[in-house]
């Protein structure tokens, strides 16, 4: 598991060369993993995944992550029965955001959105060929509900990316089409 942030002397660090730190979950021992090519991150010993929904720290990650006061990323959040997960980014006002890169099933997404009582989802809308395409067609048929932002309500049958993100849920009727994500377009 890889993350930003560990807690070093009780506080929360990025990695730096040299450091060794504690995972803000499971307080297991955690390696400052500070190579030339990879974006300096903290890893567990061995293949240690204490979170099962954190999904491999990757650049876009980080990237969406730092549009964010740092004190909201990586924020662990416990539902009342204390089970526990590191949130990507929780707002002041206890708004989950959850940065999503790869594909993820009906089962795995519903789960999250039970246990975060609050919470927006940010895909990664480029996954596969032809999703782009499709979603930004799929505009054209939307209904708008509030120019600035931008949110709309589109049809979700309209592609395989909104059938993937829209199918049972009561939660994902809505979309902010974000037309620069982290530098990527
Ligand atoms: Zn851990």
């Known amino acids: 598991m890889k993350t930003k942030f560990a807690v070093v002397e009780g506080k929360r660090r990025e990695a730096q060369p040299g450091l060794s730190g504690k995972c803000p979950l499971c307080d297991d021992a955690m390696i400052a993993k500070c ?7 903290w890893a567990h010993r061995g293949t240690l995944t204490c979170d099962r929904w954190w999904e491999p720290e990757t650049e876009w ?3 969406w992550k730092n549009q964010f006061p740092e ?3 990586e924020t662990t959040h416990q539902s009342e029965d204390g089970e526990k997960h590191i949130a990507d980014v929780k707002t002041e006002s206890g708004v989950v955001l959850e940065f999503q890169h790869s594909r ?3 089962d795995e997404r519903e789960s999250r959105e039970i246990f ?4 927006v989802w940010v895909v990664d809308g480029q996954g596969r ?3 782009r395409a499709q979603f930004f067609a799929a505009l054209d048929a939307a209904i708008v509900f509030n120019r600035e932002p931008l949110i709309v309500s ?3 049958n309209e592609g395989a990316l909104l059938r993937d993100w829209t199918s049972g849920s ?5 979309f902010i089409p974000v037309a620069r994500t982290a530098g990527r377009i």
């Open 35 to 41: 190579g030339q090519f990879r974006v300096w991150h």
């Open 61 to 63: 990650h980080r990237a």
């Open 71 to 73: 004190g909201w990323q």
């Open 104 to 106: 993820l099933s009906r």
């Open 116 to 119: 975060y009582p609050k919470m």
């Open 129 to 131: 060929a032809g999703d």
């Open 154 to 156: 589109v049809p979700s």
């Open 170 to 174: 009561p939660f994902c009727g809505y």
